[in-house]
Protein backbone atom coordinates (compact mmCIF):
# COMPACT_ATOMS: atom_id res chain seq x y z
CA UNK A 1 0.00 0.00 0.00
CA UNK A 2 2.90 2.53 1.18
CA UNK A 3 4.78 1.36 -2.58
CA UNK A 4 1.01 2.47 -4.54
CA UNK A 5 1.00 5.32 -2.35
CA UNK A 6 4.22 6.83 -3.39
CA UNK A 7 3.90 5.98 -6.83
CA UNK A 8 0.91 7.62 -6.88
CA UNK A 9 2.15 10.84 -5.39
CA UNK A 10 5.38 10.38 -7.62
CA UNK A 11 3.13 10.01 -10.87
CA UNK A 12 1.32 13.27 -9.62
CA UNK A 13 4.39 15.50 -10.02
CA UNK A 14 5.31 15.47 -13.51
CA UNK A 15 8.47 17.44 -13.92
CA UNK A 16 7.68 19.24 -10.94
CA UNK A 17 10.33 16.84 -8.72
CA UNK A 18 13.13 17.97 -11.11
CA UNK A 19 16.09 20.68 -10.02
CA UNK A 20 15.22 23.81 -10.12
CA UNK A 21 17.94 24.20 -12.89
CA UNK A 22 16.12 21.84 -15.05
CA UNK A 23 12.56 24.15 -14.48
CA UNK A 24 15.33 27.41 -15.63
CA UNK A 25 17.00 25.54 -18.35
CA UNK A 26 13.67 24.21 -20.04
CA UNK A 27 12.04 27.64 -19.58
CA UNK A 28 14.70 30.04 -21.63
CA UNK A 29 15.11 26.87 -24.41
CA UNK A 30 11.72 26.93 -24.65
CA UNK A 31 11.34 30.84 -24.72
CA UNK A 32 14.78 30.86 -26.71
CA UNK A 33 13.24 28.64 -29.67
CA UNK A 34 10.62 30.59 -30.16
CA UNK A 35 12.35 33.71 -30.45
CA UNK A 36 14.69 32.11 -33.15
CA UNK A 37 12.03 30.32 -35.16
CA UNK A 38 9.78 33.44 -35.04
CA UNK A 39 12.81 35.60 -36.24
CA UNK A 40 13.02 33.36 -39.33
CA UNK A 41 9.31 33.11 -39.84
CA UNK A 42 9.33 37.11 -40.09
CA UNK A 43 12.53 37.05 -42.94
CA UNK A 44 10.09 34.72 -44.64
CA UNK A 45 6.99 36.77 -44.44
CA UNK A 46 8.99 39.69 -45.58
CA UNK A 47 10.48 37.98 -48.63
CA UNK A 48 7.18 37.12 -49.41
CA UNK A 49 5.25 40.30 -49.14
CA UNK A 50 8.35 42.01 -50.74
CA UNK A 51 8.15 39.23 -53.83
CA UNK A 52 4.13 39.66 -54.30
CA UNK A 53 4.42 43.77 -53.80
CA UNK A 54 7.02 44.29 -56.67
CA UNK A 55 5.08 42.72 -58.96
CA UNK A 56 2.79 45.62 -58.91
CA UNK A 57 5.91 48.19 -58.29
CA UNK A 58 5.56 49.39 -61.46
CA UNK A 59 1.76 50.11 -61.35
CA UNK A 60 0.30 53.16 -59.34
CA UNK A 61 -1.79 51.79 -56.38
CA UNK A 62 -3.21 54.24 -54.76
CA UNK A 63 -1.03 56.98 -53.14
CA UNK A 64 1.82 54.60 -51.72
CA UNK A 65 4.95 54.25 -53.40
CA UNK A 66 5.39 50.27 -53.50
CA UNK A 67 9.06 50.16 -54.49
CA UNK A 68 9.66 51.81 -50.93
CA UNK A 69 7.76 49.51 -49.30
CA UNK A 70 9.50 46.63 -51.00
CA UNK A 71 12.90 48.10 -50.27
CA UNK A 72 11.63 49.08 -46.54
CA UNK A 73 11.44 45.32 -45.94
CA UNK A 74 14.19 43.85 -47.50
CA UNK A 75 16.15 46.25 -45.41
CA UNK A 76 14.49 45.07 -42.60
CA UNK A 77 14.55 41.36 -43.69
CA UNK A 78 18.37 41.92 -44.12
CA UNK A 79 18.90 43.05 -40.25
CA UNK A 80 17.14 40.44 -39.15
CA UNK A 81 19.74 38.05 -40.85
CA UNK A 82 22.54 39.83 -39.96
CA UNK A 83 20.89 39.85 -36.53
CA UNK A 84 21.32 35.68 -36.40
CA UNK A 85 24.30 35.83 -38.25
CA UNK A 86 26.24 37.91 -35.29
CA UNK A 87 23.91 37.45 -32.09
CA UNK A 88 22.88 33.80 -32.63
CA UNK A 89 19.92 33.83 -31.08
CA UNK A 90 19.37 29.56 -31.88
CA UNK A 91 22.40 29.30 -29.38
CA UNK A 92 20.50 29.90 -26.39
CA UNK A 93 17.93 27.06 -27.00
CA UNK A 94 20.59 24.55 -28.02
CA UNK A 95 22.25 24.93 -24.46
CA UNK A 96 19.27 25.69 -22.47
CA UNK A 97 17.67 21.98 -24.27
CA UNK A 98 21.29 20.24 -23.50
CA UNK A 99 21.92 21.71 -19.65
CA UNK A 100 17.98 20.85 -19.17
CA UNK A 101 18.79 17.01 -20.95
CA UNK A 102 21.49 16.29 -18.96
CA UNK A 103 19.94 17.75 -15.46
CA UNK A 104 17.26 15.48 -15.86
CA UNK A 105 19.23 12.14 -16.51
CA UNK A 106 21.42 12.92 -13.59
CA UNK A 107 18.04 13.40 -11.65
CA UNK A 108 16.92 10.06 -12.75
CA UNK A 109 20.49 8.25 -12.08
CA UNK A 110 20.08 9.67 -8.43
CA UNK A 111 16.49 8.35 -8.24
CA UNK A 112 17.09 5.09 -9.03
CA UNK A 113 20.41 5.07 -7.23
CA UNK A 114 22.35 3.96 -10.13
CA UNK A 115 26.11 5.41 -10.46
CA UNK A 116 27.59 7.86 -9.77
CA UNK A 117 24.56 8.13 -7.12
CA UNK A 118 24.83 4.94 -5.25
CA UNK A 119 22.84 3.37 -2.56
CA UNK A 120 26.04 2.69 -0.92
CA UNK A 121 26.92 6.59 -0.41
CA UNK A 122 25.78 8.58 2.63
CA UNK A 123 23.58 11.42 2.18
CA UNK A 124 25.89 14.26 2.25
CA UNK A 125 28.28 12.28 -0.38
CA UNK A 126 25.99 11.62 -2.55
CA UNK A 127 24.37 15.65 -2.45
CA UNK A 128 28.23 16.62 -3.30
CA UNK A 129 28.53 14.15 -6.02
CA UNK A 130 24.83 15.67 -7.45
CA UNK A 131 26.27 19.18 -7.10
CA UNK A 132 29.54 18.76 -8.62
CA UNK A 133 28.19 17.16 -11.80
CA UNK A 134 25.35 20.26 -11.97
CA UNK A 135 28.56 22.53 -11.79
CA UNK A 136 29.89 20.41 -14.48
CA UNK A 137 26.91 20.86 -16.81
CA UNK A 138 26.54 24.71 -16.28
CA UNK A 139 30.25 25.51 -16.35
CA UNK A 140 30.44 24.00 -20.05
CA UNK A 141 27.73 26.36 -21.02
CA UNK A 142 29.03 29.74 -19.54
CA UNK A 143 26.95 31.74 -22.14
CA UNK A 144 23.68 30.39 -20.87
CA UNK A 145 24.75 30.95 -16.83
CA UNK A 146 25.49 34.21 -18.05
CA UNK A 147 22.10 34.15 -19.67
CA UNK A 148 19.71 33.12 -16.50
CA UNK A 149 21.75 35.37 -14.29
CA UNK A 150 20.21 35.78 -11.00
CA UNK A 151 17.66 32.88 -11.92
CA UNK A 152 20.40 30.66 -10.80
CA UNK A 153 18.44 28.79 -7.59
CA UNK A 154 20.18 28.93 -3.95
CA UNK A 155 18.11 26.64 -2.60
CA UNK A 156 18.90 22.46 -2.42
CA UNK A 157 19.09 21.12 -6.35
CA UNK A 158 17.35 17.65 -4.39
CA UNK A 159 14.08 17.63 -4.51
CA UNK A 160 12.04 15.84 -1.39
CA UNK A 161 10.40 13.47 -3.84
CA UNK A 162 13.63 12.51 -5.10
CA UNK A 163 15.37 11.73 -2.15
CA UNK A 164 11.72 9.90 -1.09
CA UNK A 165 11.89 7.51 -4.02
CA UNK A 166 15.24 6.62 -3.90
CA UNK A 167 15.12 5.35 -0.05
CA UNK A 168 12.12 3.53 -1.12
CA UNK A 169 12.53 0.22 -2.13
CA UNK A 170 14.03 -1.94 -5.31
CA UNK A 171 10.32 -2.44 -6.68
CA UNK A 172 9.29 1.10 -5.82
CA UNK A 173 12.23 2.49 -7.86
CA UNK A 174 12.13 0.20 -11.03
CA UNK A 175 8.26 0.82 -11.33
CA UNK A 176 8.35 4.92 -10.98
CA UNK A 177 11.72 4.34 -13.73
CA UNK A 178 9.80 2.38 -16.15
CA UNK A 179 6.01 4.64 -15.67
CA UNK A 180 7.75 8.14 -15.33
CA UNK A 181 10.81 7.57 -17.49
CA UNK A 182 11.06 5.19 -20.32
CA UNK A 183 7.29 4.80 -20.88
CA UNK A 184 6.86 9.00 -20.70
CA UNK A 185 9.87 9.16 -23.45
CA UNK A 186 8.48 6.45 -25.28
CA UNK A 187 5.01 8.52 -25.53
CA UNK A 188 6.92 11.65 -25.93
CA UNK A 189 8.96 10.59 -29.24
CA UNK A 190 6.18 8.38 -30.96
CA UNK A 191 4.33 11.39 -30.44
CA UNK A 192 6.42 13.98 -31.79
CA UNK A 193 7.80 11.41 -34.48
CA UNK A 194 4.01 11.77 -35.97
CA UNK A 195 3.65 15.23 -35.53
CA UNK A 196 6.75 15.57 -37.80
CA UNK A 197 5.70 13.31 -40.14
CA UNK A 198 2.26 15.16 -40.75
CA UNK A 199 4.17 18.62 -41.06
CA UNK A 200 6.12 17.52 -43.33
CA UNK A 201 3.24 15.81 -45.47
CA UNK A 202 1.29 19.08 -44.99
CA UNK A 203 4.44 21.87 -45.82
CA UNK A 204 5.76 19.22 -49.06
CA UNK A 205 1.72 19.91 -50.35
CA UNK A 206 2.48 23.54 -50.26
CA UNK A 207 5.48 23.05 -51.81
CA UNK A 208 3.75 20.72 -54.54
CA UNK A 209 1.06 22.99 -54.94
CA UNK A 210 2.89 26.18 -55.47
CA UNK A 211 5.47 24.39 -57.99
CA UNK A 212 2.08 23.06 -60.25
CA UNK A 213 1.28 26.88 -59.73
CA UNK A 214 4.31 28.11 -61.18
CA UNK A 215 4.15 26.18 -63.88
CA UNK A 216 0.88 27.12 -65.08
CA UNK A 217 1.38 30.12 -64.83
CA UNK A 218 4.79 30.43 -66.41
CA UNK A 219 2.84 28.27 -69.87
CA UNK A 220 0.28 30.90 -69.07
CA UNK A 221 2.03 34.12 -69.39
CA UNK A 222 4.71 32.85 -71.91
CA UNK A 223 4.77 34.95 -75.42
CA UNK A 224 1.57 37.11 -73.56
CA UNK A 225 1.52 40.36 -72.63
CA UNK A 226 0.49 40.33 -68.92
CA UNK A 227 -0.02 43.42 -66.62
CA UNK A 228 1.24 41.79 -63.55
CA UNK A 229 3.20 38.06 -63.56
CA UNK A 230 2.56 35.80 -60.79
CA UNK A 231 4.97 33.38 -61.69
CA UNK A 232 8.21 34.74 -59.78
CA UNK A 233 5.44 35.31 -57.03
CA UNK A 234 4.78 31.32 -56.83
CA UNK A 235 8.33 30.55 -57.20
CA UNK A 236 9.35 32.92 -54.17
CA UNK A 237 6.73 31.22 -52.25
CA UNK A 238 7.68 27.49 -52.56
CA UNK A 239 11.41 28.68 -51.79
CA UNK A 240 10.34 29.98 -48.85
CA UNK A 241 8.34 26.24 -48.25
CA UNK A 242 11.39 25.13 -48.94
CA UNK A 243 13.72 26.95 -46.74
CA UNK A 244 10.76 26.31 -43.79
CA UNK A 245 11.34 22.64 -44.25
CA UNK A 246 15.01 22.71 -44.27
CA UNK A 247 14.49 24.85 -40.87
CA UNK A 248 12.08 22.63 -39.03
CA UNK A 249 13.91 19.53 -40.35
CA UNK A 250 10.65 17.28 -40.11
CA UNK A 251 12.03 14.38 -41.68
CA UNK A 252 14.56 13.88 -39.49
CA UNK A 253 12.97 14.47 -36.32
CA UNK A 254 10.30 11.71 -37.99
CA UNK A 255 12.89 9.27 -38.22
CA UNK A 256 15.13 10.04 -35.52
CA UNK A 257 12.14 10.22 -32.66
CA UNK A 258 10.78 7.02 -34.78
CA UNK A 259 13.58 5.21 -33.94
CA UNK A 260 14.82 6.20 -30.70
CA UNK A 261 11.09 5.58 -29.47
CA UNK A 262 11.53 2.19 -31.06
CA UNK A 263 14.59 1.21 -29.25
CA UNK A 264 13.52 2.42 -25.88
CA UNK A 265 10.33 -0.22 -26.38
CA UNK A 266 12.80 -2.79 -26.92
CA UNK A 267 14.79 -1.42 -23.13
CA UNK A 268 11.38 -1.43 -21.53
CA UNK A 269 10.64 -5.24 -23.10
CA UNK A 270 14.28 -5.94 -21.20
CA UNK A 271 13.16 -4.97 -17.71
CA UNK A 272 11.48 -8.20 -16.94
CA UNK A 273 15.22 -9.33 -16.44
CA UNK A 274 16.04 -6.45 -13.71
CA UNK A 275 15.85 -8.46 -10.91
CA UNK A 276 17.67 -6.63 -8.32
CA UNK A 277 19.60 -3.08 -7.79
CA UNK A 278 23.11 -4.06 -9.93
CA UNK A 279 20.66 -5.14 -12.90
CA UNK A 280 18.65 -1.93 -12.61
CA UNK A 281 21.91 0.26 -12.85
CA UNK A 282 23.24 -1.06 -16.03
CA UNK A 283 19.75 -0.77 -17.30
CA UNK A 284 18.96 3.14 -16.11
CA UNK A 285 22.47 3.04 -17.65
CA UNK A 286 21.49 1.91 -21.08
CA UNK A 287 18.36 3.69 -21.23
CA UNK A 288 19.79 7.24 -20.10
CA UNK A 289 22.26 6.30 -23.19
CA UNK A 290 20.13 5.72 -25.71
CA UNK A 291 18.17 9.25 -25.28
CA UNK A 292 21.32 10.76 -24.33
CA UNK A 293 22.23 9.44 -28.21
CA UNK A 294 19.30 10.79 -29.78
CA UNK A 295 19.71 14.02 -27.96
CA UNK A 296 23.58 14.36 -29.18
CA UNK A 297 22.74 13.82 -32.54
CA UNK A 298 19.88 16.21 -32.22
CA UNK A 299 22.50 18.75 -31.34
CA UNK A 300 25.09 17.53 -33.96
CA UNK A 301 22.19 18.74 -36.83
CA UNK A 302 21.90 22.12 -34.98
CA UNK A 303 25.38 22.11 -35.29
CA UNK A 304 26.02 23.09 -32.06
CA UNK A 305 30.19 23.40 -31.64
CA UNK A 306 30.18 22.28 -28.28
CA UNK A 307 28.53 18.61 -27.07
CA UNK A 308 27.97 17.71 -23.49
CA UNK A 309 29.87 14.27 -22.49
Known amino acids: MLIFITILKFNEMN ?11 DKKAAQSQ ?7 LSILILLTVSSILSIFVNQ ?18 TLLNLYILFFRPEK ?7 IAESVKTLAWKFITGTKPFKLSL ?7 FFNENLKKIIGQRKDFYILIGNEYPNQSMISDEMIDVRKSTFENRKTIYLQQR ?10 NSKKNSLRKNITFAFIVGFQIIAI ?7 GKPVQYSL ?56 SESAISREHTLWLARRDNLELYK
Request: hydrophobic share 45%; with cysteine.
Open 92 to 98: NWYEGRA
Open 231 to 286: TSASITITSVFLTWLQLKRYQELTDSYGITATELKFIKEKSKFVLNNEDLEKYVDD
Open 216 to 222: ILFWYES
Open 122 to 128: SDEKVEM
Open 15 to 25: DNFLPQLFKIA
Open 34 to 40: NNFIFIN
Open 182 to 191: IQDQINWYAK
Open 60 to 77: KVASFDLSKICILLMIVS
